[in-house]
């Protein structure tokens, strides 16, 4: 069967400081990788997606970017984190085995990621 | 073009009683519309899903409404319990050609009083 792991499930870093959250699927091969952000009380707002190695896709310009680096690896990173970034940072998976019509997303657990 | 609106933002079920909760999109390019429930501190999982082929798909005490011509789907929880009490989002995807992109409503907060 499938798994999504995110961690860390909870991190507190100061304003400036680098980010980096991973995401790893484990018992499929090619799928679709997606980072969301929710904020508290929130819809999932997207931020990027990746439809194979080292192609990520930006739904929102912002201080964030993602990498694809392994076919089941999807990473979140900043350079220097603004208060704004707090939330709750999710990664989801679809397959994308030839099959056109739409599919279910499955997500991970969450990172909470707090800025002082 | 791509919303899909989601009401009402909270509701209160007595134990026993029926949850619903709606969604209206506007991309008629949409073909696959799923339903999510989230707890606090978790991610959303899947809950029941539909094509707009089928005008009503029921999975245990959650049943999916579908009309196409509305452009209107809706969630059903009968004989809701407190263990439903959760966040519900719908969706909506138009499939690979866009990257399997889900649009979500902004939620449902359900509690359902013992």
């Known amino acids: 069967s499938q798994t999504i792991h995110q961690w860390p499930a909870t991190l507190v870093q100061p304003v400036g400081s680098p980010l980096s959250l991973e995401c790893t699927v484990e018992g499929t091969s090619n799928p679709n990788l997606y980072w969301y952000r929710q904020a508290a009380g929130r819809g999932l707002q997207l931020l990027f997606y990746s439809v194979g190695i080292g192609q990520i896709s930006s739904e929102v310009p912002q201080n964030l970017s993602a990498s694809r680096p392994q076919d089941r690896q999807f990473i979140l990173s900043s350079k220097k984190l603004l208060l704004s970034d707090s939330g709750f940072y999710l990664c989801a998976w679809s397959t994308r085995q030839g099959v056109n019509e739409g599919q279910p997303q499955h997500f991970g657990d969450g990172t909470r990621l707090s800025i002082l | 073009q791509q919303q899909v609106k989601q009401s009402p933002q909270s509701l209160i079920v007595q134990k026993g009683g029926i949850s619903i909760i709606n969604c209206a999109y506007e991309n008629t390019a949409f073909d696959y519309f799923p339903w999510y429930q989230q707890f606090p501190g978790k991610g959303p999982a899947l809950l029941i899903a539909i094509r707009p082929d089928v005008s009503e798909k029921k999975e245990g005490r959650f049943t999916i409404s579908f009309n196409k011509s509305a452009k209107q789907f809706s969630l059903h929880i009968m004989d809701s319990q407190p263990g439903d009490s959760a966040t519900y989002f719908c969706?909506?995807?138009?499939?690979?050609?866009?990257?399997?992109?889900?649009?979500f409503g902004g939620g449902t907060r359900v509690l359902v009083k013992p």
């Open positions: 969706a909506a995807s138009s499939g690979e050609a866009a990257g399997n992109k889900l649009t």
